[in-house]
């Protein structure tokens, strides 16, 4: 009996000892670990990271957004510049009497096209009292006329400016802290602000003289003209002065942040989901995206906020 007695203690205690350990192991380590993982599921409900929005072609269209794929793409910094159209004084001549006298007559009058040895005016000669034919030295359109009849005319004046219109300049203001930026040879676009496409051309000089009052100096662009370029009209152009090729880019419009994270809404069937990525380089329109998106993703670009807007709504409803 004493044994037996001797062995159940012995049976307690170990049973006692057992209990014990299962009791700190589970109020130590499992359930520590199960709140965590219940506190971070809900945490990413909380801001969305699983949730989706369902949205129709027909509701896209009618809320604006624009469905862009991700794609490769060349990354451009460019330089904004204003500038000034000009006629291209390398192919302008200025038309002066070879004698002094009166004009007799004005042939050709602002804007009109010459060609060579057409009569422009006719001018009584002081001297000899004879009159003689004053004519174009070249064709071209005429940008200035400086005459009227019974006007004296001297060979000191020039009666006309003809000018070849088929090439212009583009002067562009340079502001002195981009100086070491341009370069001859860099690519321009230049918005003539007519609502056509830009014009393309490179900047063809860099004047070594700056401009006192502005602090600027002149990159100059030669242009040629199918028409839309009339000397004295303002400009925009937009200077490439780096190009790089990225895998993938997207949209700028197209990243939200979700739990200071930046997002993109990929749609895949009539649903948007939220694709956290990883960014890289931009420029002004498209951000490069070096992880959390594949060539072809569909993507909304345009008004992305209002899906964001939507999750906004449905995680509300969710802690509700």
């Not at 896209?60 to 862009?68: C, M």
């Not at 000669?125 to 071209?140: C, R, V, W, Y």
């Not at 937009?238 to 979700?258: E, G, K, Y």
Request: negative net charge; proline residues 4%; hydrophobic residues 45%.
């Amino acid at each position: 009996m004493k044994r037996f007695l001797e062995f159940a203690i012995v049976g307690l205690v170990c049973f006692a000892a057992l209990a014990g350990a299962a009791w700190y192991v589970r109020e130590t380590i499992i359930a520590p670990k199960a709140a965590a993982t219940t506190a971070s599921d809900a945490g990413e409900k909380e801001h969305g990271h699983d949730e989706a929005v369902k949205l129709s072609d027909a509701q896209v269209v009618a809320a604006g957004i624009e469905l862009l794929p991700a794609g490769p793409r060349e990354l451009r910094e460019v330089l904004r510049l204003n500038g000034l159209i000009q006629p291209n004084q390398e192919t302008m001549v200025k038309v002066t009497p070879r004698f002094p006298g009166v004009i007799r007559s004005m042939r050709k009058r602002l804007g009109d096209k010459v060609r060579k040895d057409e009569i422009l005016a006719t001018v009584e000669s002081n001297q000899s009292l004879t009159t003689f034919e004053l004519k174009a030295p070249m064709d071209g359109t005429v940008i200035d006329r400086d005459g009227t009849l019974g006007e004296f005319a001297s060979e000191q004046k020039p009666l006309f400016t003809i000018a070849d219109l088929s090439t212009m300049w583009i002067d562009f203001a340079v502001h002195r802290n981009d100086f070491g930026r341009v370069r001859v040879g860099d690519a321009v676009a230049i918005d003539v602000g007519d609502g056509g496409d830009p014009v393309d051309g490179r900047i063809d000089y860099i004047s070594p003289i700056g401009v006192s009052d502005t602090q600027s100096g002149v990159a100059r662009a030669i242009v040629a003209n199918g028409g839309r370029l009339r000397a004295g009209l303002f400009v925009t152009g937009r200077v490439v002065l780096s190009a790089r090729p990225v895998d993938i880019a997207i949209s700028a419009s197209a990243i939200q942040t979700l739990d200071g994270k930046p997002v993109v809404f990929v749609r895949d069937g009539d649903t948007f989901g939220v694709r956290e990525v990883e960014l890289g380089g931009r420029d002004a329109g498209w951000v490069e995206v070096r992880f959390g998106l594949l060539p072809g993703d569909i993507y909304a670009a345009r008004n992305s906020f209002v899906i964001k807007a939507e999750i906004g709504k449905g995680s509300a409803a969710h802690e509700h």
